[in-house]
């Protein structure tokens, strides 16, 4: 999947977003919605307005804004590095994040 990037330097290097996948999946994978058994949440209309342009300076701004989150966590001891201290928080700014760019923040 790849997405639109308003940069032409951007466009050259394939803006691929990969912690805009991985927010992508760790909403899917959490959330309580299914038919047979399948996460239903984020549809594939869902991840084609997400693609376009007119999403792309949003997708900009998340993907930067989890890059600096998981820059921070480099800074701090490996001990912290938990489910609680760390790994949960992270998921949960994820799953804001692709939220806030599905415009689904109310949905849930």
Request: charge should be neutral.
């Amino acid at each position: 999947m790849k997405f639109y990037s308003d940069s032409k330097v951007q466009q050259k290097l394939t803006a691929t977003r990969p912690l805009m996948r991985l927010s992508l999946m760790c909403l899917q994978s959490c959330m309580p919605d299914h038919r047979d058994n399948i996460a239903s949440f984020v549809t594939d209309t869902d991840l084609n307005k997400i693609k376009a342009k007119a999403a792309a300076k949003v997708v900009d701004e998340i993907e930067t804004l989890l890059e600096e989150a998981i820059a921070f966590t480099a800074v701090l001891e490996p001990d912290m590095w938990n489910v609680h201290h760390i790994q949960k928080p992270l998921a949960n700014l994820m799953m804001r994040c692709t939220l806030k760019a599905l415009d689904k923040e109310k949905s849930f």
